[in-house]
């Protein structure tokens, strides 16, 4: 199963911003576009996939961003003056503001990628004025048969 980073972001992350930011993160990785366009794999040397980029999508109501993902790890990139108000002030997702919201998802069992994920996520954020929702974490399941 596959991790998941988000990045929510007041401009748009288009794929030209995107490969500018994997440059920015990796030496060498292969892109490879969907043929729908839909999504970016990036693989290794050995052409497995590392991760898939998906294209953005404009959230005509920002306010679902909070529905959503109720009390997430959300995080500015680094460099940037902090995390924008739209992000964090109650009420002011309400605002007329659309809001890019671009997923990428980490291949599990193949390592670095996490960090890739993060690292990527965080880049692109940087450059497009927003934040990074990192993946929740699962929260620990009893044992069966365990008593409390």
């Known amino acids: ?51 898939v980029v998906e294209r953005a999508k404009l959230v005509h109501t920002p306010a679902e961003l909070a529905r959503l993902h109720p009390g997430a790890d959300v995080s500015a990139p680094e460099g940037s003056v902090g995390i924008p108000d739209l992000f964090t002030s109650p009420g002011a997702a309400d605002g007329p503001s659309p809001v890019w919201w671009q997923d990428l998802h980490a291949s599990a069992n193949v390592p670095r990628t996490d960090h890739l994920a993060e690292a990527l996520a965080h ?9 990074v929702v990192a993946p929740r974490t699962a929260p ?8 409390p």
Request: some cysteine; overall charge negative.
């Open 123 to 131: 880049a692109v954020a940087r450059r497009c004025r927003g934040v």
């Open 140 to 147: 620990p399941h009893p044992l069966i048969g365990e008593n």
């Open 1 to 51: 199963m596959s991790r998941d980073w988000i990045v929510l972001s007041v401009d748009e992350p288009t794929e030209c911003v995107v490969i500018e930011a994997l440059r920015h993160v990796v030496d060498a990785v292969d892109i490879r576009p969907s043929e729908d366009g839909h999504y970016l794999e990036l693989l290794d040397d050995r052409s497995v996939t590392l991760l």
